[in-house]
């Protein structure tokens, strides 16, 4: 069982940026790929991106690439998605998860836990 906790939400003006953490607990955090997404009201969830066990891959959605970031430290058991120049549209319900395994080919298809999420409002 992995708990993920979010954290790092917040309201912001357009074009600052924040930083998103996500913890997890257990001893198995390096047996994870992490991923962030987010949903907006009304909408669906939408992914925002992946990185694999070690940090060395990652992936982004087309529309966040080039702003957003993420990055992971295995010795704090933490994922992080760096977030800049932030627009209104960004404004949603950020939250990470978590996909067992190492093997890499690009962005997880089935993640087993999820955080509850962290509010990010963007102001104009």
């Known amino acids: 069982q992995v708990q993920l906790v979010e954290s790092g939400g917040g309201l912001v003006q357009t074009g600052e940026s924040l930083r998103l953490s996500c913890a997890a607990s257990?001893?198995?955090?390096?047996?994870?790929?992490m991923g962030w997404f987010r949903q907006a009201p009304g909408k669906e969830r939408e992914f925002v991106a992946a990185?694999?066990?070690?940090?060395?891959?990652?992936y982004y959605s087309d529309s966040m690439k080039g702003r957003f970031t993420i990055s992971r430290d295995n010795s704090k058991n933490t994922v992080y998605l760096q977030m800049n120049s932030l627009k209104p549209e960004d404004t949603a319900v950020y939250s990470c998860a978590a996909s067992y395994g190492r093997s890499w080919n690009g962005p997880p298809t089935r993640y087993d836990y999820w955080g509850q999420g962290t509010q990010v409002t963007v102001s104009s």
């Open positions: 990185i694999n066990w070690n940090g060395l891959g990652t």
């Open positions: 257990g001893p198995t955090f390096t047996m994870y790929a």
